[in-house]
């Protein structure tokens, strides 16, 4: 199994550009330092695409006081700190939560939360070999104008990032999950076939 290096794929990315392979980021390299300008928010953009299931993780929230607060919606309860690591959060442990991002903070009307979320998972070697791929064309799309002043090939690394190899590994590397039912699915069929959750009110 092929193990991938920060520096091993910016090389690919440079060598599918046409342009010459580096030591290190920090090189004092034309080609160093346009791949070092854009490799972290290329990395972070890519990791917010999806569910990538290797970059997902979950945590409880640490809560904060909500009295610091100059006003608050109706049933707005609780304040949790968001994780400093996450760049895009999915889900609340309880799927009834009302929940909303403001800041640093994830405000809610539910105590006790705990969430799923993309992290900042800057380890490639440990990311799945199609998301790699596509990774590679995103860098690739980001880098070759800046190197080689050509718009037509950013352009085509671009679209082939976005029509081929980024779709590719969505289907392969990504959780989209069990469809779930809609909660007042289990109120419509206690009114047709007794299938109804006796221990919610439907009242």
């Known amino acids: 199994m092929a193990t991938y290096t920060t520096v091993g794929i910016v090389n690919h990315a440079l060598l599918l550009c046409g ?4 030591v290190a980021l920090t090189d004092d390299t034309a ?29 409880t929230l640490a809560t904060v006081a909500t009295t610091t607060f100059p006003w608050l919606h109706d049933e707005e309860n609780y304040a949790y700190t968001r994780p400093t690591a996450a760049l ?30 993309t992290w900042d998972h800057n380890q490639v070697g440990l990311w799945r070999p199609k998301a790699i791929i596509a990774f590679i064309d995103k860098l690739c799309s980001d880098i070759c104008f800046m190197i ?3 718009a037509k090939k950013a352009e085509a690394f671009l679209a082939k990032y976005q029509k081929v190899s980024l779709p590719a590994a ?15 699915d289990a109120w419509l ?3 047709y076939s007794g299938a ?8």
């Open 88 to 117: 895009r959060i999915w889900q609340m442990s309880d799927i009834e939560a009302i929940w909303r991002e403001e800041g640093d903070l994830i405000i809610s009307n539910t105590s006790t939360l705990g969430t799923l979320y």
């Open 148 to 150: 080689l002043n050509d």
């Open 170 to 184: 969505m289907a392969e590397e990504s959780q989209t999950g069990t469809h779930q039912e809609v909660i007042d």
């Open 196 to 203: 109804g959750n006796p221990a919610r009110s439907y009242s």
């Open 19 to 22: 342009a010459s392979p580096i």
């Open 31 to 59: 080609n160093a330092r346009a791949a070092d300008a854009v490799y972290e928010n290329a990395r972070k953009g890519f990791l917010t695409e999806c569910r990538w299931t290797f970059a997902l993780t979950r945590s």
């Open 189 to 191: 069929k206690s009114k």
